[in-house]
Nanobody, 123 residues
Framework: QLQLVESGGGLVQPGGSLRLSCEVS????????IVWFRQAPGKEREAISC??????YYASFVQGRFTISRDNAKNMVYLQIDSLKPDDTARYYC??????????????????WGQGIQVTVSS
């Protein structure tokens, strides 16, 4: 059974960096597209990026501060966030879908969600 568990969140100062991890179990990474979403307080959940077959795809608002990657041997997907801003404060989720390209960023097609992990950017 597909399961996703996020880790690596926490409190970070503005301008800092963070790498979130998503441990995928029950399937191989080649079977699904793994997606990162986030939901800030009072806002709707938004997609950030997805990866499948080693190929990344990013939402239009991403301007180079987010980098998605994966480690097939460990069945892990990562989201590197650089130059963190207070607006990046949110709960970050990894998810799985069978879709790719722009469809992977659509919540309708998500098959499974992780529990999420909090990232707080504050001085």
């Amino acid at each position: 059974q597909l399961q996703l568990v996020e880790s690596g969140g926490g409190l970070v100062q503005p301008g800092g960096s963070l790498r979130l991890s998503c441990e995928v179990s029950g399937v191989t990474l080649d079977s699904y597209t793994i997606v990162w979403f986030r939901q800030a307080p009072g806002k709707e959940r938004e997609a950030i990026s997805c990866i499948r077959g080693g190929r990344p795809y990013y939402a239009s608002f991403v301007q180079g501060r987010f980098t998605i990657s994966r480690d097939n041997a460990k069945n892990m997907v990562y989201l590197q966030i650089d130059s963190l801003k207070p607006d990046d404060t949110a709960r970050y989720y990894c998810a799985a879908t069978t879709k790719f390209y722009s469809l992977c960023l659509t919540q309708t097609y998500i098959n499974s969600w992780g529990q999420g992990i909090q990232v707080t950017v504050s001085s």
